[in-house]
């Protein structure tokens, strides 16, 4: 039996994620009402690494050694320092701000859910309306995508969001690339989006020659129309940039974080520590603040800038219970969704005339959010251009 316990052995409800030594087999069960895993639900043998996502405010908890009647001692969030940590990092302002409209779309899996207002368009592909009975099937991925979206976009007035489920019909919690690619078109013929956020994508020995061809030519039509598709670069430092993050027309986003931020023990500190053995996985984004790319995830060709991926936590309250459920994200899923936003924001400053929906204003569009980037030191596979900054 696993157990998830606080520093004064109180249980913890949450999930708990196995994986197997050789890495083939990585598996997540809920814990029971007393913050238990049974091993013998883990269907491989001897787990020795487990990560522990307890609910509520505190840091999931890696555990390389995991034995018979192991407990697992998650800390608390210090939350006043650890929630929004990276928008300093990022200077995104908070002043509410007046400009030229833009449109941000966002493809993903269903982010709704009664109870949560984000007060977002959503649609299926085929342009009908997300009615409420069809969120139900909400994934905490789409749902923090969102999320991340609208608080960076929220005091901009002038910053519209629409929302795509992409997912499969025959499973809800499942991305479809027929309707990632659908959902591109849709965004680009009938809302006139500016900006396409996609946190999804498949590894090149995962995709055929037909469905490589679909997005690239998805793609091509995105950037005639004047729009910039920002992609999450993937999580798997074995098998590169993720497609489409690596298609020319695309902006693939890596993830980083700070150093120093997770306590000893945290799944954060777990991925500081491979970056810090890492010799050329740090860099500075100022004299005082060091970073580091979480070298378990995808870089090298295709990957064009990084951003905050490491311990973005998300404090979401349900409207109707009350009740605050808490997040803490790790990936380049999150990463991309911050660079979207960003470059939303920052088109609105531009006038009318900027926004001519054809290659031209790709073209331009591409070369903004690239001169947002400041360079970290960080080798080119690992950081592309930089991290972008708001003025």
């Known amino acids: ?78 939350q006043e320092i650890v929630y929004d940590w990276w928008k300093p990092l990022l200077n995104i302002k908070s002043n509410p701000q007046k400009g030229a409209s833009v449109t941000i779309g966002t493809i993903d899996l269903p982010a709704d859910f009664p109870g949560f207002d984000f007060s977002v368009e959503m649609y299926k592909t085929t342009g009908k309306p997300l009615y409420v009975d069809e969120k139900y099937n909400f994934s905490v991925h789409g749902l923090s995508v969102h999320y991340l979206v609208l608080k960076i976009i929220k005091n901009y007035k002038s910053v519209k969001n629409v929302f ?66 920002v992609c999450a670069a993937g999580n798997d430092y074995s098998r590169g940039v993720a497609i489409p993050a690596a298609l020319k027309q695309a902006i693939g986003v890596g993830s980083i974080g ?29 004299e005082n603040i060091s970073i580091f790319h979480d070298v378990s ?17 998300q404090s979401i309250r349900h409207s109707v219970t009350n009740s605050v459920f808490d997040f803490e994200l790790m990936g380049t899923s999150y990463a991309a969704p911050i660079v979207s936003a960003m470059l939303a924001c ?37 950081e592309g251009h930089g991290m972008p900054k708001m003025d």
């Open 1 to 78: 039996m696993i157990r998830i316990i606080d520093k004064n052995g109180k249980p913890l409800t949450g999930k708990i994620r196995f994986l197997s030594n050789d890495k083939s087999c990585d598996i997540t069960l809920k814990t029971n009402s007393k913050g238990e895993v049974c091993l013998k639900q883990v269907p491989f043998k001897q787990p020795t690494r487990c990560i522990a996502y307890p609910d509520g405010p505190f840091w999931a908890t890696f555990c390389s050694n995991v034995t018979q009647n192991h407990m697992i001692k998650c800390t608390k969030l210090n």
């Open 164 to 229: 795509v489920d992409a997912s499969r019909r025959d499973n809800p919690l499942e991305i479809s690339l027929q309707n990632v690619v659908a959902g591109i078109y849709l965004l680009c013929d009938r809302f006139k989006v500016d900006v396409i956020n996609l946190s999804n994508g498949l590894y090149r020995d995962e995709i055929c020659k037909t469905e490589l061809d679909e997005y690239d030519k998805a793609l091509r039509y995105a950037a005639s129309k004047g729009v910039v598709v």
């Open 258 to 286: 700070a150093l120093g931020l997770g306590p000893s023990r945290s799944w954060y500190n777990f991925l500081e520590t491979q970056s810090r053995n890492n010799g050329d996985a740090l860099g500075k984004v100022h």
């Open 297 to 313: 995830t995808s870089c090298g060709e295709g990957l064009d800038m990084v951003a905050p991926g490491v311990g973005i936590f």
């Open 346 to 382: 920052k088109l609105t400053s531009k006038e009318e005339g900027f926004f001519t929906r054809n290659y031209a204003q790709w073209e331009k569009s591409m070369e903004i959010l690239k001169s947002m980037c400041k360079p970290t030191g960080m080798p080119y596979d690992r």
